[in-house]
């Protein structure tokens, strides 16, 4: 398409130029009536007009005066600047403004292009806006530094780390230098300190917190008191950081509020000369000691918590296995996926005093999960080590175990399985009794699977308790399993719903005929994992006692009865 | 069978003249057995005159350790009130369960409807 002759397609040619015509000539005669400052340079930069406002805005600017020494540098430069595209084809292309400082107050400058190749600068004050967005844009970075405060500190469980966190950010974005107090342990204060730019220091002193105005009544929790009251002067030297610039100006102490107690205090530092805190940011500042405070909390909370599931797994963790007396034992013993939580599983083997005396071995499963199974499964432990001596009556020491465990608050209870072992010649005589739990199952070297006819009552929750001991008899090679639910009810299997099942665990074992016990161990451990695969499963916990293959050899002197291999 | 997705436990009751009943279905473990236990209590509190608590177990799928306990806390409530406890209609692995633990004879064991009390293998355990 042709464009229409003097103009563009799109606008009216002759309209353009009766606007910038009424432009023109307002300005001479109506220009003082006009409010906004406006000032006329042409292309050369020099002022060629410049309105009753602008000339009260502007004391140096007057006709035939340069823009550089009649208005700002910014408005100077933005005119040279558009001067050098008075070329363009087009003078009616709109023009973009730009925007800067005149005195205290900012102003936007809306160029208006001449046909003679001057232009009309109107100035608009909008120092209002500037000041709102100035505010907003404070309080983004405000939310942004919250933000991402959060992030940092809720991104460890560490107590440790999350000190050093708040006080590097805290450093970096509060203050010249930060100091996270903890509350007193014993006479200790433990500090936390930063320097703007550097890597926060741990120190652990000696002091009195109460040395520092205002620190005392903040790591009770207390609310802060104003900045402008505490005295820089009066901070003891134990508080500075030691690489910290010059003087302190000014100190602001704010508490770091806990979960229902407090988590410490936070103490920021700026340098002599700098502006001392207002009020504004004394209150964003306790913004940020709230997260902070409740991120340091929940990591001393978890840290405490793993210290005492530390401390009770340590306790709990079942015995390392081996040959006593003349018997093989394997215990194996795999905790449920969850890894703060302390097993209901349990096994112990009490040894016999001499080779005479049988061993007692003990395998249970305690109900439930978590602290009130784990103390459980302690006291169950400690009675049964205790009432070992009296292994020779199973029923008569499982009563007395009940009696010990029988409360009125809850019917928490324990199912467990007591093994009395004890060699004979090659063999090993068992004595088994089961307390409510699935029987034991004894692998012959024909492949067979018996399962021992013992059954009993569970104990802890009933104040009467049955049980009926079974005797049986292990040839050299033989094994007898004891193990607990989580193995034949751990779930998966092609379809990830199925119970393992006794069905699968006898058919399994028949493979292990002959096995030493801790292949047997291994082998059941390992079929139950591969069944359940990535699935949930409880404590999986299985003791094998296993007659040890021998080779008789006759009697050496001719007195003695003779000897075994092993 | 298309597996529907069942809400994980519920217990539902209902009221005779001296007797009460529950309804279990889902799965009674760590999670849940507190509800049937505040429900069972909750049964005792509001009839004084109750002689009878059943528990009927046919909907039930699944009973771990937790579960059994609340079955015993509930035995202890029900005899301290002279209730007796029944819990109908027991899945075969409900079966198992108590007569592995040796608490079957607690419970009435009663067959609620077409179906009998399971081949349970009494060991001759009297109650206590």
Not at chain 1, 345 to 352: E, I, T, V
């Amino acid at each position: 398409m042709r464009p229409a002759p003097g103009g563009s397609p799109l606008m009216a040619p002759q309209k353009e130029e009766t606007a910038t015509k009424a432009r023109r000539q307002l300005l001479p005669d109506a220009g003082d009536a006009v409010l906004y400052p406006v000032v006329v340079a042409d292309r050369t930069g020099t002022v060629v007009r410049v309105n009753r406002a602008a000339a009260a805005l502007l004391a140096d600017a007057a006709p035939g005066v340069g823009m550089a020494r009649a208005v700002p540098a910014w408005l100077a430069r933005a005119h040279a600047e558009a001067g050098a595209r008075t070329a363009a084809p087009e003078p009616s292309a709109p023009r973009s403004s730009v925007r800067g400082k005149i005195g205290e107050l900012g102003f936007e400058a809306h160029p208006t292009r001449h046909e003679d190749g001057s232009i009309a600068w109107w100035l608009v004050d909008d120092t209002d806006r500037r000041l709102a967005e100035e505010a907003l844009a404070t309080e983004r970075r405000r939310t942004m530094f919250l933000a991402e405060a959060s992030n940092v500190l809720l991104a460890s469980l560490n107590a440790e780390r999350c000190m050093q966190a708040t006080a590097r950010l805290a450093a970096r974005h509060l203050a010249d230098a930060a100091v996270v107090v903890t509350p007193p342990d014993g006479r200790q204060l433990l500090m936390t300190s930063a320097v703007a730019g550097r890597e926060p220091v741990r120190t652990r002193i000696t002091a009195d917190p109460s040395a520092v105005p205002g620190l005392g009544e903040a790591l009770q929790g207390f609310p802060p008191v104003p900045s402008r009251w505490i005295d820089p002067a009066s901070l003891p030297d134990w508080m500075l950081p030691e690489d910290f610039p010059g003087d302190v100006g000014s100190v602001a102490v704010t508490p770091l509020p806990g979960h229902g107690v407090p988590a410490g205090a936070l103490i920021l530092l700026r340098a002599g000369g700098r502006a001392e805190f207002s009020e504004s940011e004394e209150i964003f500042a306790r913004l940020f000691a709230a997260r902070a405070g409740a991120a340091l909390s929940a990591a001393r909370m978890y840290a405490e918590q793993n210290a005492i599931t530390q401390t009770l797994m340590r306790d709990l963790l079942p015995p390392e296995l081996h040959r006593t007396n003349g018997v093989e034992f394997a215990g194996g013993y795999r905790p449920a996926g969850t890894r703060e939580r302390v097993g209901g599983d349990f096994y112990d083997l009490h040894p016999g005093g001499t080779d005479e005396e049988s061993s007692l071995v003990v395998l249970g499963d305690v109900c439930g999960k978590g602290l009130d199974a784990a103390v459980l499964t302690g006291k169950i432990r400690n009675t049964v080590q205790a009432l070992a001596p009296m292994a020779g009556d199973h029923e008569r020491m499982l009563q007395l175990l009940n009696g010990a465990l029988l409360t009125s608050h809850h019917t928490r209870f324990a199912t467990l399985v007591l093994a009395s072992v004890q060699r004979e010649e090659n063999q090993v005589r068992l004595r088994l009794t089961s307390a409510g739990h699935p029987a034991p199952l004894v692998v012959r070297n024909d492949g067979t699977v018996e399962e021992i006819s013992t059954r009993g009552t569970l104990v802890g929750a009933l104040p009467q308790i049955e049980a009926r001991t079974v005797e049986t008899c292990l040839q050299p090679g033989e094994t007898c399993l004891l193990y607990t639910d989580g193995v034949t009810e751990a779930r998966g299997g092609p379809l990830g719903d199925a119970m393992f099942g006794e069905e699968r665990l006898t058919r399994a074992l028949s493979g292990c005929a002959g096995l030493p016990g801790t292949a047997v161990v291994e082998r059941v451990q390992m079929l139950a994992s591969q069944w359940v695969g990535d699935g949930r499963h409880d404590d999986m916990a299985v003791v094998a006692i296993t007659a040890p293959r021998t080779t008789h050899l006759s009697a050496v002197n001719g007195r003695t009865r003779g000897r075994y291999t092993a | 069978m298309t597996a529907l997705p069942l809400p994980p436990f519920t217990v539902t009751a209902e009221d005779g003249p001296g007797t009460a009943r529950l309804r279990l279905t889902g799965d009674l473990d760590y999670d849940t057995s507190g509800e049937l236990a505040r429900a069972a209590e909750e049964c005792l509190a509001a009839d004084p005159r109750l002689a009878d608590l059943h528990l009927d177990c046919a909907q039930l799928r699944l009973c771990d350790s937790m579960g059994v306990a609340t079955l015993l806390l509930i035995h202890r409530g029900t005899t301290a009130r002279g209730v007796r406890l029944h819990v109908e209609s027991p899945p075969p692995f409900l079966t198992r369960i108590l007569d592995v633990t040796g608490i079957g004879h607690l419970f009435a064991l009663g067959a609620h409807g077409q179906e009998s009390a399971q081949d349970r293998t009494d060991d001759g355990a009297t109650p206590g």
